[in-house]
């Protein structure tokens, strides 16, 4: 588990994030919501490692990891993925999840000219991997197909991909709903679902999509201002006062409700 306590970081004179504390649950799926500018991309980049916090504390599993980089954050099992997937355009799909750096201490260039023949197993133990990830993201077809050809969704399911290459369990899901088709949405959902379920992940997201996050999601922080004003289930979101009036407005409030109706 995460336990943000008192994160602050302000860049110039905005206070981006503003004291907030809340937990990652293991074994859970924890939604991160708010309307755009509340902070809720620069915590994701503090819990992960890339911006260092002005203020507070981050405990990943009781240890104090605030202010690790990124690679020894992933290292210990933490991984975030990107607004914008980050996929190499010009590698095919399967040579995209081939390169991915296991996330342990593994191989160097002397034990691999050393012991040419455990390489060779464990390139193989690679290309198995590969092809469970393929198959179990259903996205086998566009294997040998150059990443930069993807649909937007098809992208979102690949760097879900490139993370399930990892040892990483804790994952930190920045919006893997924008620019994906309602088809690939619901593909995308299930994988998140399944990967929750069958395999252990704990994971936290970030999403607009209101519907995916009641789907997904259980607890529910909102953020707002760089604040957190809430948290919960979705139904004790969608009654806050607090949350509909005063942050996510008419239109978000709206939003809200109707996604409330059976
Ligand atoms: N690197 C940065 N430099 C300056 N301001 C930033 C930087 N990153 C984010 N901000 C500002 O911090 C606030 C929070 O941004 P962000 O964390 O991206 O919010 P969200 O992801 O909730 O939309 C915004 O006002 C944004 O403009
Ligand atoms: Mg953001």
Do not use: W
Request: charged share 25%.
């Amino acid at each position: 588990m995460v336990s943000i306590q008192g994160l602050s970081k302000a860049f110039g004179g905005l206070q981006a994030v503003n004291q907030c504390s809340f937990d990652i649950p293991a074994g859970g799926i924890t939604g991160l919501i708010g309307p755009n500018g509340a902070g809720k991309t620069t915590l994701f980049s503090m819990v992960a490692g890339a911006v260092r916090p002005d203020s507070g504390k981050i405990l990943l599993d009781g240890e104090d990891v605030t202010g690790l980089p990124t690679h020894k954050l992933f290292r210990k099992g933490l991984v975030r993925t990107f607004q914008i997937p980050h996929e190499f355009s010009r590698m095919t799909v399967r040579e995209n999840l081939m390169v991915v750096p296991p996330g342990q201490s593994g191989e160097n260039l002397i034990s691999a000219l050393l012991a040419p023949g455990r390489v060779r197993a464990q390139e193989q133990a690679v290309r198995q991997k590969v092809d469970d990830v393929l198959d179990f993201l259903q996205i086998t077809h566009v294997a040998n197909e150059l990443a930069g050809n993807l649909s937007g969704g098809q992208k979102k399911l690949l760097e879900l991909g490139r993370t399930m290459m990892t040892e990483a369990r804790m994952v930190l899901l920045d919006e893997p709903g924008a620019g994906v088709n309602r088809t690939l949405l619901g593909k995308l959902a299930d994988a998140i679902l399944r990967l929750n379920h069958e395999r252990g992940y704990t994971f936290c997201i970030i999403e607009h999509d209101m519907d995916l996050i009641a789907r997904l999601c259980q607890p529910v922080v909102v953020m707002a201002h760089g604040r957190v004003i809430a948290e919960g289930s979705m139904d004790d979101i969608r009654r806050n006062e607090e949350v509909r009036e005063a942050y996510l407005g008419g239109h978000a409030a709206r939003k809200l409700d109707e996604d409330a109706k059976p």
